[in-house]
């Protein structure tokens, strides 16, 4: 079982990334829960989801504390402790920002890779929402599913040029990121 | 209990509120639920809130119903009745739901699921039977009880005249919803409420009525004089019978023969601290009580215009009106 | 078919199979997205019912009780304060007989205001004299609502479905929404015949004095004790057509031989179950209670049977008793021949996280001894808040 923590503020769809995310790794025959960190969300507060993908059916309802990955849907929350807390020895992070991964890695001194989500999402869509471009990158990263999931995940909730923006973003985001990259730590 | 031989129980006119019941003598409430269930008619559903008229006309295993009747709490009648017609849309079936409760069901505890019932536009004609008090709890003040009157709750005493604040004006709250139909109505003056009542039966959407309705037990008169004292109200100006078509006021029953207020005070146990001969606060509160009638009658233009041969008391004709500045 | 929903759209979906004449909708954390799943399928077209959106839980209670009355399938959703609000009314509807039913999000109640996850709303109106079916996930969550309509029109009392709130309410999980003439072969058409009728006039909802009264309150007992069978046999048949049970009045899950127990309710069930298989922890048994109300005290003896020790779970608690389940199952075992000895503990309240841990800690509890306490007190805390 895989277990993913999305960080961000609200306003920036993290429930909607985590049920996303979820969705797309239940296009591709998996067991699946999402949930938010439950909280009286208002714009710009910090809000947590969570995300377990799993071969088998999931039947723990904790929170997750110890996971394998993490999506920071905003930099700035890497300047909060918790939000790295619990990160799995071998866990990968991956943070919407513009600057560098490498830049990155060498002020926060652990890896994190890096992508320019927001910048992305105002390109393509017209809207700074990184959920969806980060989501693409994951996938990419982690080999766990096509882009094409994503896209069927997708496809639920939006139609037509929202959806095909959308689909031009995804195929953006993972040429962004190194194809396989976290695959050992997403099947170990 | 109706036999045979009586002429009333071989009149075709429908009964839907049946003889019987455990109301007190000269109930006026008892009196408007009658004359209400006889112009709607059969096909109608009844919800009433807990009150007096529950309680005298259903205790197990007796009712004195004859139309489907269903009683939850004191202040829902609104929302169960807008539950029933919901269900009735929902099955296609075509009955009135007539809603029903006293005051304190109505101008209190159960107002705001009233409002809701307006405001959602429900097809129920909603009946206030208005006794201005919680008589079956034994007579305490309500929203609805008159300045200055006596109840458990609003004794007169060193300090106090009896109710210390106003009459809600109820009728204008609920104008305020633009329903398309609102009126008030006196067990003094049947064929006028028949007529009302059978105005409200006609409109698909949410109608209103309120009843004056004396009790002799909290009002202090007795029982033979209900119709007088319920006709004093209207006739001093202190009970205006109005009608009101989207919240505006469409038209009223005119007053030819204005009577003063202590005619109608002084009938009344529960004014009788206003008639105490040594006490200047009594002058008042019967001056304010006057005034209050003459505010009415300016409001919805009441006065009228001197006799009429074929309608001396104004009974059974509801002129087109309302003030004349309008 | 397998699909990954959010449990409020999974459960709108659900009621929607079942027809509902009437529903009655109001906003309230963490139920709200149930009344928005239902009147999004309303506003699509998707399903044809009476939505009427009030203006008080008050009057959404009130709404299905005149709905019910007049012989349409009604249902409406709540949480927390929202049930406070209609626990007179709730009274009433199953004092009358009528078959509604209603999801409770479960949520804490104020003060402190508290809109995570507990038992106390569902517990606060404990005695209402509703059914009364927890889920442990949000599959059990959907299948219960469909007996829950069976259950209500065949005792004629109201159903509860108590899910979690948030931890299932708002949790996309993996879970099949059965085809519709499957439930349509499970739930005919309500037919109700009290309803009111012109043709046939009643009159519902009468004063009943000393003389009777008793007698009411006899059968209202009977009632929700013989109710315990139906729940059975609703099961046992959706079971036959879907091979799903959501969980017939109890289940016992780990080996025969476990000489310790421990009984919850709700979501925190799921959470143990995987705990129990993964943590390599003590053998014991899992018993998860689906029906509080009727209380089967039978089903829970046997349940019980060749355990030293019993560990209740409460998610709520009655100030100055302790857990209320934990309470009444001391109850219900008093008098069996070699009954465990029960302990008692409140977990997880107003959302307070129960992780996979708590398992083992539970197992525990029977050595350390004591009274009622709640477990995952944090007592550093309690200094900062004197």
Redesign the interface.
């Known amino acids: 079982m895989i277990e993913v923590r999305i960080h961000g503020r609200g306003g920036q769809g993290n429930v909607v990334a985590a049920y996303l995310l979820a969705s797309a790794a239940f296009e591709t025959g998996r067991h699946c829960q999402a949930f938010p960190s439950f909280g009286a969300e208002r714009r710009g507060a910090p809000v947590t989801a969570f995300v377990r993908i799993a071969d088998h059916a999931i039947r723990r309802r904790c929170q997750v504390a110890n996971p394998a990955f993490l999506i920071i849907q905003d930099s700035g929350l890497l300047h909060i402790p918790a939000t790295l807390d619990g990160l799995l020895q071998d866990g990968a992070v991956l943070v919407n920002s513009p600057r560098s991964s490498t830049e990155l890695t060498a002020e926060y001194g652990r890896p994190l890779t890096a992508l320019p989500a927001s910048a992305m999402a105002q390109d393509i869509l017209g809207r700074p929402m990184p959920n969806v471009a980060l989501l693409a990158a994951f996938a990419a990263l982690t080999d766990l599913f096509p882009a094409d999931a994503l896209v069927k995940a997708l496809a639920h909730r939006f139609k037509g040029d929202v959806l095909e923006r959308n689909t031009k973003l995804i195929a953006a985001a993972t040429e962004m990121v190194e194809a396989g990259a976290w695959k050992d730590v997403a099947h170990a | 209990m109706t036999e045979m031989n009586d002429p009333r129980a071989r009149q075709p006119r429908f009964r839907g509120l049946e003889a019987g019941h455990r109301a007190c003598q000269g109930c006026g409430e008892a009196l408007a639920a009658r004359l209400v269930t006889e112009s709607a008619g059969p096909d109608v559903i009844l919800t009433n809130a807990t009150g007096c008229l529950e309680v005298f006309t259903t205790p197990w295993p007796q009712s004195a119903w004859r139309v489907p009747w269903l009683h939850s709490l004191f202040e829902n009648s609104a929302a169960i009745a807008s539950g029933v017609e919901a269900a009735l849309k929902a099955q296609g079936r075509r009955s009135k739901v007539i809603a029903m409760g006293g005051d304190g069901g109505t101008f209190d505890i159960g107002f705001q699921a009233l409002s809701g019932m307006l405001e959602r536009m429900h097809n129920v004609l909603y009946v206030c039977y208005d006794n201005e008090a919680y008589m079956n709890t034994g007579i305490q003040r309500s929203g609805s009880t008159p300045h200055a009157a006596r109840t458990t709750t609003s004794p007169p005493g060193k300090e106090r005249m009896g109710k210390r604040h106003l009459k809600k004006d109820l009728l204008s709250i609920i104008a305020a919803h633009h329903i398309p139909y609102a009126a008030s109505a006196s067990v003094a003056y049947p064929q006028d409420l028949r007529r009302k009542v059978r105005r409200a039966m006609e409109v698909d959407g949410p109608t209103f009525l309120l009843v004056h309705s004396p009790c002799p037990l909290g009002w202090g008169h007795d029982g033979s004089e209900t119709i007088q004292v319920a006709r004093l109200a209207v006739q001093t100006g202190l009970f205006p019978l109005v009608e009101l078509e989207r919240g505006e006021v469409a038209s009223v029953m005119p007053l030819r023969h204005r009577v003063p207020v202590t005619e109608y005070l002084g009938l009344q146990g529960r004014f009788r601290h206003l008639f105490a001969d040594d006490d200047h606060r009594a002058r008042e509160e019967r001056e304010h009580l006057q005034a209050l009638a003459d505010y009415n009658v300016e409001r919805y233009g009441l006065d009228g215009d001197g006799d009429d041969p074929f309608d001396a008391d104004g009974a059974d004709t509801v002129r087109r009106g309302g003030p004349a500045s309008s | 078919m397998?699909?990954?929903l959010?449990g409020s759209q999974a459960i709108a979906r659900a009621i929607a199979l079942c027809r509902p004449?009437?529903v009655?909708a109001y906003p309230i954390?963490?139920q709200t997205h149930i009344v928005e799943n239902i009147s999004k399928l309303v506003a699509d077209g998707k399903l044809r019912?009476?939505l009427?959106?009030?203006?008080?839980e008050?009057?959404a209670a009130?709404?299905?009780?005149?709905?019910?009355?007049?012989?349409?399938r009604?249902y409406t959703a709540s949480s927390s304060q929202g049930i406070l609000l209609m626990t007179?009314?709730l009274f009433?509807i199953s004092g009358?007989r009528l078959p509604v039913v209603l999801t409770c999000a479960n949520r804490a109640i104020g003060a402190p205001i508290n809109?995570?996850?507990d038992h106390s709303d569902s517990m606060a109106v404990r005695d209402c004299g509703w059914i009364q079916l927890h889920c442990a996930?949000n599959q059990e969550a959907v299948d219960t609502s469909i007996q829950a309509f069976r259950i209500a029109e065949a005792t004629e009392l109201p159903v509860m479905v108590c899910m979690d709130g948030?931890?299932?309410t708002?949790?996309?999980?993996?879970l099949e929404i059965p085809a519709q003439d499957l439930v349509d072969r499970y739930l005919p058409p309500f037919a109700f015949d009290r309803m009111?009728?012109?043709h046939?006039?009643?009159?519902?909802?009468?004063?009943?004095?000393p003389e009777?009264f008793s007698e009411t309150r006899h059968l209202a007992h009977q009632a929700l004790s013989n109710a315990a069978s139906t729940i059975v046999d609703a099961d046992r048949e959706w079971q036959s057509l879907t091979g799903r049970s959501a969980g017939g009045l109890l289940t016992v899950e780990g080996p025969a031989d476990a000489r310790i127990g421990v009984l919850a309710m709700g979501?925190?069930v799921?959470?143990f179950?995987?705990?129990m298989d993964c943590l390599g922890a003590a053998p014991a048994k899992l018993i998860a209670l689906r029906s509080f109300r009727p209380l089967p005290e039978d089903a829970i003896r046997a349940a019980c049977a060749g355990l030293d020790h019993l560990v209740v779970v409460d998610r709520a608690l009655s100030p100055g008793f302790g857990g209320i389940v934990g309470g009444e199952i001391k109850a219900a075992l008093s008098g069996m021949n070699d009954a465990p000895q029960v302990h008692n503990v409140a977990i997880g309240l107003g959302?307070r996280?129960?992780?996979?841990e708590m398992w083992p800690r539970l197992l525990d509890v029977p050595q350390q001894g004591g009274g009622f306490r709640i477990l995952d007190l944090e007592p550093a805390k309690l200094g900062e808040m004197s």
């Open positions: 397998l699909e990954a959010e004449g009437v009655a954390t963490p019912t009476e009427v959106s009030v203006e008080s008050f009057s009130s709404v299905v009780l005149g709905a019910s009355a007049a012989g349409s009604s007179e009314v009433n009358m809109i995570w996850n996930d948030f931890v299932l708002h949790t996309l999980e993996t009111l009728d012109p046939n006039p009643l009159s519902l909802g009468t004063l009943v004095g009777y979501s925190v799921s959470t179950r995987e705990a959302g996280d129960v992780p996979m």
